[in-house]
């Protein structure tokens, strides 16, 4: 990326103890609630985009960054499932089966909030271990904060009185344009669905999109809002890389196990996994299938340890392919298979030779053994009932790069949609999306844009926009959706912050200090949106212990445009093992911040220490000494440029 330059006037120190009210915890005024419910109004009576689950093109659905990058994208708000905890915290989370997202078996209501909250997401992208499953009030206050649109989606148990009581709190009633029929609050207004293109994956057709918007009613719900914001004329911004909230999730491993081999324990797990004897036998009756169920449960937990335990050996392979092929069935499609599709990841996650025949298999797979399991209520194919073994074999393959995961997906791709739903629920798209991760070329872009279904070509299109400062996938655009490439947003220019204290954010200040605040905490209120600030610093480090301690690794990883760097107020004398040598080590600490940075495409910036200036109001007076040749102190002063680095300085 192309570096601009910038001219900063910062009067550092004055920002150090700067009074700085968070958005979210302050009261909103009659003035602001008034002029939110004007918002509100205008989006309702005009076409308003809805987000299903969030802008999940960007982040993972049902979370508050997904929801965030809805609105920065041109939407007018969101659909929110809403489930309820084992003690009856409202949250957002669509399925009812946790494993899906996260490293848990269960049900949302299987959980306390407290419980919830440390299982770890089986993939969390980009905002790592801030990413986690938000509570509904969370939810509401980002809507509330937006001025955004909510389509309730409210999953069992229906808590209509909690989620009342929340919306009379902060005052939401007028934010809802879709609620369950079952929830006859008069207050609630639904407006009327215009269209839904997420569904066939025409939200990036400029035609579809056309015709979409000549429809009756106002609601139009997608999951890239992008395409739909263009044809209204709307702004659209680059989604933020920020976590919503600065907490860190609180993972725990669900089943910690060590890595290194334990014979008898391997034998324990090998065995769990051969005592499946009853897998094709349906049972009946709740006492008897609560018992099927756990002992389905076991056999998953099993093949999970073998996975974190790196066992490699050809006995743990044949034990878990054969839980694979002999999958348990049950009357609940929640456990039916389930050990089966546990033990197809693991031999993923283990680099079995043999893992994309059995994902084949998988895929495949029509066994008459499921008919004793399947349910006479619905009219499907028999097939469907693996559908537990199916449905995540596509995204376990995202991981497989070679010829015969390509092959795979190309095989199910050349399916008629009658083939596709003899053998389960039709998943063109998953496969069109695991054959460019595993082989993002021009050549299956191409393939994909020719394919007779709408949600494939989507796809193809989505994939490449995601790429599209690489070459091949913006020539793909170019050649067969020009109009794709307005939808292109740059990402937001990443200014990165390294420091002490005197740099660092304190959102959850001590008690007897609630003004504490370091000036990178509120440095991003003197750029544009535009401008992304990651305050990396750290209370109490100094230019040695912040290295030491992996602290700039971290912001290396993050890759930001520029990189402000202040150390100095811990390296001075009295510091123990974090003190430097002004005239030695500091200063090769601080060239080897500016070369790590330079080597990485990085444009550092030095920023002068805090301690060479005090106040003494109304003026700037010099604190700490240099010291002369003469064994005396000169007042320190400051300089535009580093002299022997010739980087910028700011002072």
């Not at 537990?388 to 949609?417: I, M, N, W």
Request: hydrophobic share 40%.
């Amino acid at each position: 990326m192309a570096h601009y330059p910038i001219v900063i006037l910062l009067l550092i120190s004055a920002l150090t103890t700067a009074e700085v009210g968070l958005a979210q915890n302050r009261k909103e005024t009659a003035e602001e609630a008034a002029a939110r419910h004007r918002r509100v109004a205008e989006r309702r009576d005009d076409v308003h985009i809805i987000c299903h689950r969030g802008a999940v093109e960007f982040a993972h659905e049902n979370t508050l960054e997904a929801y965030r990058a809805a609105f920065e994208l041109g939407a007018d708000g969101n659909e929110i499932d809403i489930r309820a905890t084992k003690d009856g915290v409202l949250v957002c989370f669509h399925d009812d089966m946790l494993d899906h997202l996260l490293e848990a078996y269960g049900d949302v209501s299987d959980y306390a909030w407290d419980e919830l909250q440390k299982f770890p997401f089986r993939n969390p992208g980009r905002f790592d271990k801030h990413c986690r499953i938000p509570t509904l009030r969370e939810v509401f206050e980002l809507h509330r904060a937006h001025a955004g649109l909510m389509f309730l989606d409210v999953k069992r148990p229906h808590r209509f009185d909690s989620i009342t009581t929340l919306l009379d709190e902060l005052d939401l009633w007028d934010h809802v344009v879709q609620a369950p029929a079952d929830f006859t609050d008069p207050r609630i207004k639904n407006t009327r669905g215009k269209a839904s293109l997420y569904l066939d994956r025409t939200e990036i057709d400029a035609q579809a999109i056309a015709a979409a918007l000549k429809k009756p009613g106002e609601r139009i719900i997608v999951e890239d809002p992008r395409g739909v914001a263009f044809a209204l004329g709307r702004t659209i911004a680059p989604p933020s890389d920020k976590p919503v909230r600065n907490e860190v999730a609180l993972w725990v491993s669900n089943s910690v196990a060590p890595r290194t081999p334990d014979e008898k324990r391997i034998e324990e797990l090998l065995q769990v996994l051969h005592d499946a004897g009853d897998w094709n036998v349906v049972a009946t009756g709740t006492e008897a299938e609560a018992e099927s169920a756990q002992r389905i449960l076991q056999r998953v937990i099993a093949a999970d340890e073998l996975a974190r335990r790196s066992v490699r050996t050809t006995e743990v392979f044949a034990a878990l392919e054969q839980r694979v092929r002999d999958r348990s069935l049950h009357r609940s499609w929640r456990h039916c298979g389930l050990d089966g599709i546990a033990s197809l990841r693991a031999l993923i996650a283990l680099k079995a030779p043999r893992s994309v025949q059995v994902a084949r298999f998988c895929l495949w797979r029509d066994d008459p053994a499921a008919e004793a399991a399947r349910n006479p209520k619905f009219n499907n194919p028999r097939s469907w009932t693996d559908w537990r073994t199916k449905v995540s074999v596509f995204s376990l393959l995202e991981t497989v790069s070679g010829p015969e995961t390509k092959q795979l997906c190309h095989d199910y791709l050349a399916l008629s949609d009658e083939e596709a739903r003899n053998i389960g629920v039709p998943q063109f798209e998953a496969a069109a999306r695991t054959l460019l991760t595993v082989g993002p070329t021009a050549e299956s872009a191409r393939v994909l844009l020719d394919h007779r279904l709408s949600s494939v070509r989507g796809r193809a299109v989505l994939f490449c926009l995601a790429h599209v400062e690489e070459a091949w996938a913006r020539d793909v655009l170019q050649a067969e959706a020009p109009h794709s490439l307005e939808y292109v947003v740059a990402r937001r220019v990443r200014v990165a912050l390294v420091g002490d204290s005197t740099v660092a954010s304190y959102p959850n200040p001590p008690d007897d200090r609630p003004d504490l605040t370091g000036w990178g905490q509120v440095l991003g209120e003197f750029f544009t949106p535009q401008v992304e600030v990651f305050n990396h610093a750290r209370s109490g480090r100094s230019s040695k212990s912040f290295i030491r301690e992996g602290h700039w690794l971290k912001t290396l990883t993050l890759k930001p445009d520029y990189v402000f760097i202040q150390f100095g107020h811990n390296d001075g004398p009295g510091k123990g093992d974090r003190s430097t040598d002004p005239h030695g080590d500091f200063r090769d600490y601080l060239r080897q911040y500016i070369m790590d940075a330079r080597k990485n495409g990085i444009q550092p910036i030095l920023d002068d220490t805090p301690p060479l200036s005090g106040w003494k109001d109304p003026l700037i007076v010099g604190t700490v000494g240099r010291r002369n040749a003469r064994g005396g102190t000169t007042t320190a002063r400051p300089g535009r440029r580093s002299a022997r680095s010739q980087r910028p300085l700011v002072e």
